[in-house]
């Protein structure tokens, strides 16, 4: 079973762009979570999504955003970018309430 | 507001020695779930192990172990006879037991394992 697949692996960015980032589920998983790691916040939820709402939030600005597509693959967008938005962005995802299994992360430099 | 933890920022062992990572957490809730996680230099984080809020028993896998208290409100992690390919970083994680199924994970700020040979 193929797991959690996220693309691209690495982006280079400049302020004031956007950018969107892809994560392709585990196959029948219906929730999708993003998470944010940087070295100075650690690993912060973003967003969760299941069949194609958006069920929960994290204390994210609105630049910060996302959705899921009705074959479980979610995609977030972050407009307007600040340094202070590089980080590894992770993409989990479950099935039901069980654990989350996440992908390799988009590592994201913004310059 | 749940809160994980690890006061180890850092360990070094060397190649068979046994290595204690600890977790303490915080919560409200009386029903809760808690993790470790692996995260090699790929990035991926690895799932290792679930534990309910309601289930204190320690569990064994392999060269792993997990020693849950909740009157310490403590979840730490053994591994025995490290190995190099042990070397990762690890966090401990929460969240809580939501009837919707869904989990949302406060992690701890990891502890860095360096295992040489």
């Known amino acids: 079973k193929a797991g959690v697949t996220q693309t691209p692996r690495y982006l280079i960015k400049t302020r004031g762009q956007q950018v969107t980032l892809s994560c392709s589920p585990i196959s029948g998983h219906r929730s999708v979570s993003w998470y944010q790691q940087t070295p100075g916040q650690g690993l912060q939820f973003l967003f969760e999504?299941?069949?194609?709402?958006?069920?929960n939030k994290g204390n994210f600005p609105g630049r910060f955003s996302g959705r899921q597509f009705s074959n479980s693959r979610s995609e977030m967008n972050v407009s307007t970018l600040e340094l202070g938005d590089s980080a590894l962005y992770l993409c989990a995802s479950s099935f039901g309430d069980e654990k989350l299994f996440f992908g390799s992360g988009t590592q994201l430099s913004v310059l | 507001a749940q809160k994980v933890t690890q006061a180890q920022t850092e360990i070094s062992v060397v190649e068979k020695e046994d290595v204690t990572l600890d977790c303490v957490y915080e919560t409200r809730d009386t029903t809760y779930y808690l993790f470790w996680y692996k995260q090699p230099p790929s990035g991926e984080l690895v799932f290792l192990i679930r534990?309910?809020?309601?289930?204190?028993q320690n569990e064994i896998s392999g060269r792993y172990s997990w020693n849950f208290q909740k009157s310490t409100s403590s979840f730490n992690f053994t591994i025995t006879a490290s190995q190099v390919v042990d070397s990762a970083v690890y966090f401990c994680a929460l969240s809580e037991a939501e009837n919707t199924g869904f989990q949302k994970l406060v992690f701890g700020t990891g502890t860095r394992l360096l295992v040489s040979p």
């Open positions: 534990r309910n809020s309601f289930d204190e």
């Open positions: 999504y299941f069949s194609e709402t958006q069920r």
